[in-house]
C-alpha cells in the first residue's frame, strides 16, 4: 500500500470510531431539562417519547466494543500500513514459490514470530507424525486393506487430489480415473508412489504440421477404429500405414506405454476409455494440437510418509473389494 493510502485508511478509520465514539457518550445524556422517565413533550399517534437512557449493562457493552476495536487495531495489522505491536504475521505474505515459503516460514519461527497457521501444522506434525511413521513401516498392499489408513488417505485425498481428480476418484477430461485398471505411469504401488512423489507431465506432441488435415482425419479414423468403432474403413487403413510414427509411445499396437514398459505416460487407444473424450472432434483435437496433463509432484509439499498414505488409498481404489 501506498502511503497515502495507508494514510487514508488510518484517518477514515479512526475517524469513524471517534464519530462511533461520540454518538455513544451523546446519546448517554438525559433530555435536555426532563426528569429520567418523564415525558420529553413529544407525541406521535398516541405514542409518547419518555426520556430513557440506555441502560448501564448496555452502555458498557458498548465501551468494551470500543476498548476491544482500540486494542485490535493497535496489536494485530490491518491499519494501513500498520505493521500491529503483537508481531503477528500471516507465515507467507509476499511469497511466491514453496522454497520461499520454507525460507520465511524458518526465518519467522526463528524470530519468534507468530505464524500461526506454521505453528499449528507443526503441532499437528507432531502429534500426528508418529501416527504416519508407524504407517509408512508398512507396505502399501498390507496398508490398502488396512481401514484406518484408508481412512486418512481418503482424508488427505479429499484435502490435495479432489479438485482434480474428483471426489470420487473418477477424474475428468484430461484427469484420469484412478478407480479402474487403465493406467497412463503403471498401477503398481511402486509405480503409483512415483507418480505422486515426481509428478508427471505428459507430452503428446501436435501432428497438425505432420499430418496435414487430411491425415488427421484418417488417423482419427484408425485410432477410433482401435477401441472398435465404426469408421470410414479406407481412411482408418491409410491411418494405420503411418501409426508407425505413434508406435514409440503408443506402441505398435496402440496398447498404451504401461503395456509396452515405457515411460511416456501414452494412454492404451484400444479400450475406449479417454482422458480427453472419445469423439472424433475430441481426438482430433489431441492430434491437431497435442496434450500436454500435469500431474503436480508431491514429495516436497506432503512428505514421503503421508504420500505412502495416499499410494495405498489411491491402490486400494482400483483392486477388487
Ligand atoms: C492440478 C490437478 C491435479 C492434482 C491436484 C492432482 N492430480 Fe493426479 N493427475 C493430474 C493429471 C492431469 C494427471 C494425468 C497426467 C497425464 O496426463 O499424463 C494425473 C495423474 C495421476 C496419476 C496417474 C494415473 C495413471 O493412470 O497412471 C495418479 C495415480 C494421480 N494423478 C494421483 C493423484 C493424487 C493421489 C493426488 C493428490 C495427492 C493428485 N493426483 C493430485 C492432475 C492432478
Ligand atoms: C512422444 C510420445 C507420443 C507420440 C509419438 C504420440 N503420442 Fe499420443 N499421447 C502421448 C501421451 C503422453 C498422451 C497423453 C497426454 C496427456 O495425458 O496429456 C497421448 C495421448 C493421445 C491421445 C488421447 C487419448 C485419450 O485417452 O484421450 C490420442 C488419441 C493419441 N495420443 C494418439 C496418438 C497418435 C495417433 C499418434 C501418432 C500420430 C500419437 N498419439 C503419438 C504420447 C505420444
New binding site residues.
Given amino acids: 500500500m501506498t502511503s497515502f493510502w495507508s494514510i487514508w485508511v488510518i484517518v477514515l478509520t479512526l475517524a469513524c470510531l471517534a464519530l462511533i465514539l461520540g454518538l455513544l457518550l451523546w446519546n448517554l445524556k438525559n433530555y435536555v431539562g426532563v426528569e429520567e422517565g418523564e415525558s420529553c413533550g413529544h407525541e406521535f399517534d398516541g405514542i409518547e417519547e419518555i426520556n430513557n437512557p440506555l441502560p448501564k449493562w448496555w452502555t458498557y457493552m458498548f465501551f468494551a466494543t470500543f476498548v476491544w476495536a482500540v486494542y485490535y487495531l493497535a496489536a494485530y495489522p490491518g491499519l494501513g500500513n500498520w505493521q500491529g505491536l503483537a508481531k503477528w504475521t500471516s507465515s507467507n505474505q509476499g511469497v511466491t514459490s514453496l522454497a520461499e515459503s520454507k525460507r520465511a516460514t524458518e526465518e519467522a519461527l526463528a524470530n519468534g514470530e507468530k505464524v500461526q497457521l506454521d505453528q499449528e501444522i507443526i503441532a499437528a506434525d507432531e502429534r500426528f507424525g508418529p501416527i504416519f511413521e508407524a504407517f509408512a513401516k508398512q507396505d502399501i498392499e498390507t496398508l490398502a486393506k488396512d481401514e484406518k489408513a484408508l481412512e486418512i488417505g481418503q482424508r488427505?485425498?479429499s484435502q490435495?487430489?479432489a479438485?482434480?481428480?474428483g471426489s470420487d476418484a473418477r477424474g475428468g477430461i484430461?484427469?484420469?480415473n484412478?478407480t479402474d485398471k487403465?493406467?497412463?505411469?503403471?498401477?503398481s504401488p511402486d509405480k503409483?508412489k512415483e507418480?505422486?512423489l515426481i509428478g508427471?507431465v505428459?507430452a503428446m506432441p501436435p501432428w497438425k504440421a505432420a499430418l496435414g488435415e487430411q491425415g488427421v482425419k484418417e488417423m482419427t479414423a484408425y485410432v477410433l477404429s482401435l477401441s472398435g468403432r465404426k469408421v470410414n474403413q479406407k481412411d482408418a487403413d491409410a491411418g494405420k500405414a503411418k501409426f508407425a510414427m505413434c508406435a514409440a509411445c503408443h506402441g505398435m499396437d496402440g496398447k498404451g506405454s504401461v503395456a509396452h514398459n515405457l515411460p511416456f505416460?501414452a494412454p492404451n487407444l484400444t479400450d475406449n476409455i479417454w482422458?480427453y473424450g472419445g469423439s472424433q472432434r475430441a481426438v482430433e483435437e489431441t492430434l491437431n494440437n497435442g496434450?500436454a496433463?500435469?500431474?503436480?509432484a508431491?514429495k516436497d509439499i506432503?512428505g514421503e510418509e503421508k504420500v505412502h498414505l495416499?499410494t495405498a488409498y489411491?491402490y486400494s481404489l482400483s483392486q477388487d473389494k
Fill in positions: 488427505l485425498f490435495n487430489c479438485q482434480c481428480h484430461g484427469f484420469p484412478l487403465d493406467w497412463l505411469y503403471g498401477g503409483i507418480t505422486l508427471r505428459a505416460g482422458l496434450r496433463g500435469v500431474m503436480p508431491w506432503l495416499l489411491v
